[in-house]
């Protein structure tokens, strides 16, 4: 279900990209077009300026020829360059003209006026042309009177057009921010689709995730906390286990011993208990002793207390004639008016086996009740970081990139009005501010560092990011150049553990310098993270089970510390700052 749910977003996804895209694509074209349009617009516009100037030029240079005036020969060269250029320009302003960079034809409004001064065009260039290759002055003075008497209407007539080309060239750029407003209406109605259809259900989605997420480091600190009461009821079953309700036999009468230590009787239950034959009980209780694999200093050394007149008492193990062991709870009291020593003793071998037997019994149950729960915390750990690296991804690859598409997107408008561009901006630089913090909330839900490169660059990249948002610094030493790649939940563990102590120096400690240290042997990778904050009373804190309960940071670090199978010290002190040492060894990673 949530893979059909993220594929359906996935296609909304590339639906609003498409769209986006789209959008910027028209707009760029229209842009481009637009300015293209402009040019060839201004181009005209200066042309069509220059015919009024050139048919002025060729009513002065007429009536200097009809006066005489300066060289001849000048004259009419300069009088046909002029009239070139007039004649030139004039057809290229309505047919268009590669030369002149004229390549538009005119609207209907800008031919009809053409049309209009035509006539005078006609009757100018015409009386302008017949100036040429005659001197009769008559002929002269006719044709520039022709001229002078048109002038005044083709200059009239080219002030409209050139203002007729002003009005067109105005209309499209109003045309043209019309377009683009109506472009942003539409990339702004895309942007609250993706909203809609896209955002709001990925952030439902994440908020699910999270929760689920949530709910399972609750349950792994419930787990922690069976598992804590699991060790003490241990405890307690080991206690309960002395008070196995077997009754043992009264103490009776089992041997009589001379002082030379040999045997004056032998009571029916102790050869019992031995199964010796009538023949076969030894002679003396010191080879009785040696036959049990007593030392002999003991042995010595009890013949020598029994002389002494002093009593002894204690627990015996003798060995059977079978070879089984039997336990004997013995009293050994000298008798002075005698001279024998009464040996008074009762078999406590089934009382002992039982409780043995019990404790191995409830040890194995509780030492398999304890390896159950420790798998199912590690499971729930392997799946938390499943869960963040998912969770991750989807953050990255989903919202990170869609934000990086509307940023493209925003980055892509250029409206024309200053309260526009104004917002337009803070727009851009809030949507940046989220973009980076999206980018911040996946590296430390998973940095992609860890997986690619190892623990190491992971650090290093983890202490930068802290050091870019946050007051103190955190230094990162890697002492020995460790680059070792572990195990993918062996790096993961210490990066989390890591993590936690340097939030916590931030956020309790109250740290202005903190150090992450990291260094190896051959057998073991040295880990540590110091801090010149606030410290705490670790004996107190420590006596009163803070650290016992589940979800506490140090709590955490420990029962991390103990799934890869590592070290965990802690030494702090009241204004003396915090350290933390993690120990790993090495050749169990090999």
Known sequence: MPKLRFRRLGLFYIAALGGIALSI??????????????????????????????????SKVALKIQQGQGDSTSNYQELK????????????????????????????VVQKMFTEIEPHFLAIYGSASNLFGTNDQSVIAQNVAVILNNEE?????????VFQYDFEAQAKVQDLKQKELYLFVISLLIIGLELLFIFAPLAKTI????????????????????????????????????????????????????KDGSFNYLSSRFLRMMEYEEEDPPNTFGQLLVSSQYQ???????????????????????ITEPGDFCWLETYLIPVQTSGEIKWIARETTQLKEAKLKSREINKERI???????????ALILEGQEEERKRLSREIHDGVGQMLSAMKLLLESFNPSSTPMKMRLNDAKDLMKSII?????????????????????????????????????????INETKFINRLESNIETNLYRIIQEAVNNAIKYAKASHITVRIAHTINNLNISVEDDGKGFDFGRVERSGHFEKAGHGIFNMRERTSY???????????????????TLSLDKND
């Open 564 to 582: 890869i199978g590592g070290e965990f010290r802690m030494d702090t002190e009241l204004g003396k700052g915090t350290r933390i040492f993690i």
């Open 81 to 108: 360059k002029a009239v070139d250029l007039w004649q030139q320009s004039h057809e290229g302003l309505q047919k268009g003209d590669s030369e002149l960079g004229l390549s538009q034809n005119p609207s209907a």
């Open 436 to 476: 980076q913090e999206v980018r911040r909330v996946s590296f430390n839900l998973t940095p992609s560092s860890l997986d690619d490169f190892g623990l190491v660059p992971a650090l290093n990249k983890f202490c930068e990011e802290i050091n870019a948002v946050t007051k103190p610094e955190i230094k990162f």
């Open 296 to 318: 002999q200093d003991f042995i010595n050394g009890l013949l020598k207390l029994l002389e002494e007149g002093k009593n002894w008492s204690g627990e015996i193990r003798l």
């Open 153 to 161: 209407q083709f200059l009239e007539g080219m002030d409209r057009i």
């Open 207 to 258: 908020r699910a995730t999270v929760q689920h997420l949530t709910e399972s480091e609750k349950a792994s600190q419930n787990m922690a906390r069976e598992l804590s009461k699991l060790y003490e009821e241990l405890g307690r079953n080991y206690q309960d286990l002395e008070a196995v309700n077997i009754k043992p036999e009264s103490p009776s009468l089992y041997a009589s011993i001379r």
């Open 367 to 377: 030492e398999k009740s304890v390896k159950e729960q420790q798998y199912r915390s």
């Open 25 to 58: 694509i028209i707009s760029q074209v229209l842009i481009q077009t637009s300015i293209n349009s402009q040019q060839d617009d201004a181009r005209v516009i200066n042309v069509a300026g220059r015919q009024r100037m050139l048919s002025q030029k060729i």
